[in-house]
């Protein structure tokens, strides 16, 4: 079972930050939180990941509390194209990623 | 610097035959995951192999369902014997070395449809 709580569908406006949570109260303290989403019918692309500071790259940021047990994802200008599911990961080690049900993220034009 | 390829990107086969479906991982990557998509499902992981080397194997079937990554050349899903319920997109990553703080990029999908 994935060991991260999403919910499981979020609206943003076109051209709005879309801020997106997630849950990994029982993260262990060498495990990073990873950021992935699917675009229908694609494979999964990465987006960002972390382990204790914030992270930004040039697809988003990555805002994890002190306590790592949750996180926000920020895309600072949300685009039709940024409609997609959205997975929060957390792990590490032999067992690769191991994927939730994710986010659906519906940007409004 | 080209990513992770697949193919076929899309398979067709009859019930009882055989799936292959080939990977090749980024340049300079040695670890290779596979994961399966059933439709309107979320991914699940199956196997994570080094080069040469089955390092975990615990989300594969236990029958009809084999994985390799040969020290030349691409990492290999193998599905004998399919079954309807094989239907899915099946996709592949790569990592340079162990996922801890490392990033697996994924490839765009084979997808088999057993008919």
């Known amino acids: 079972d994935a060991k991260t709580t999403q919910p499981p569908s979020m609206d943003c406006a076109e051209g709005r930050a879309a801020n997106l949570p997630c849950n990994h109260s029982t993260i262990s303290g060498n495990e990073y939180v990873y950021w992935y989403r699917q675009i229908h019918s694609q494979g999964p692309q990465y987006i960002i990941h972390g382990l204790k500071n914030n992270e930004t790259n040039e697809m988003a940021s990555l805002i994890i509390t002190e306590d790592r047990k949750s996180s926000t994802l920020i895309l600072p200008h949300a685009t039709l194209r940024d409609t997609a599911v959205y997975y929060c990961?957390?792990?590490?080690?032999?067992?690769?990623?191991?994927f939730g049900k994710g986010t659906h993220l519906i940007i409004q034009p | 610097n080209a990513g992770v390829m697949q193919n076929p990107r899309h398979l067709v086969r009859r019930r009882g035959q055989e799936a292959r479906l080939r990977c090749s991982p980024m340049?300079?990557?040695?670890?290779v995951y596979w994961y399966r998509q059933l439709p309107e499902e979320g991914l699940k992981f199956m196997v994570y192999?080094?080069?040469?080397?089955?390092?975990?194997e615990s989300g594969m079937p236990k029958e009809r369902f084999s994985a390799e990554f040969p020290k030349e050349g691409p990492s290999i899903l193998r599905i004998q014997q399919v079954v309807r319920g094989d239907s899915a997109a099946y996709f592949c990553?790569?990592?340079?070395?162990?996922?801890?703080?490392?990033?697996?990029?994924f490839g765009e999908g084979s997808w088999l449809t057993v008919v």
């Open positions: 990553a790569s990592s340079r070395d162990r996922v801890d703080g490392n990033t697996i990029y």
């Open positions: 192999l080094q080069k040469e080397n089955i390092i975990d």
């Open positions: 990961i957390s792990g590490g080690g032999a067992d690769g990623l191991t």
């Open positions: 340049k300079g990557h040695s670890h």
